[in-house]
């Protein structure tokens, strides 16, 4: 079993920040890469940002400049650093991990529970 839990959510004023942290547990051999998604209602999941093992990021274009996100390999953690933060940053924001349970074996996808995050105007 894996398990991803995420924490630090919230409720903030428009302008505010947020940080963000994930930590994958359970049998694990590697971990690939990890990052954040977000779904608003009515809305598809959409890419925030994502790290891989060798710190190569990828930033959702709505969030480049003000998301920052980084990752700590020996705890098995990512972490998302959100300034400037917008009304329309409210979602509820997931955690991915992609990863291998065991040495030469397939890669997985698993997902937190999410966390919400809203911004009030």
């Known amino acids: 079993q894996v398990q991803l839990m995420e924490s630090g959510g919230g409720l903030v004023q428009a302008g505010g920040s947020l940080r963000l942290s994930c930590t994958a547990s359970g049998s694990i051999f590697s971990i690939n890469a990890m990052g954040w998604y977000r779904q608003a209602p009515g809305n598809q999941r959409e890419l925030v940002a994502t790290i891989t093992s060798g710190g190569s990021t990828n930033i959702g274009d709505s969030v480049k400049g003000r998301f920052t996100i980084s990752g700590d390999n020996p705890k098995k953690t990512v972490y998302l650093q959100m300034i400037s933060l917008k009304p329309e940053d409210t979602a509820v924001y997931y955690c991915?991990?992609?990863?291998?349970?065991?040495?030469?074996?397939?890669?997985?996808?698993?997902w937190g529970q999410g966390t919400q995050v809203t911004v009030s105007s």
């Open positions: 991915n991990a992609v990863l291998k349970r065991r040495s030469g074996g397939y890669e997985y996808e698993y």
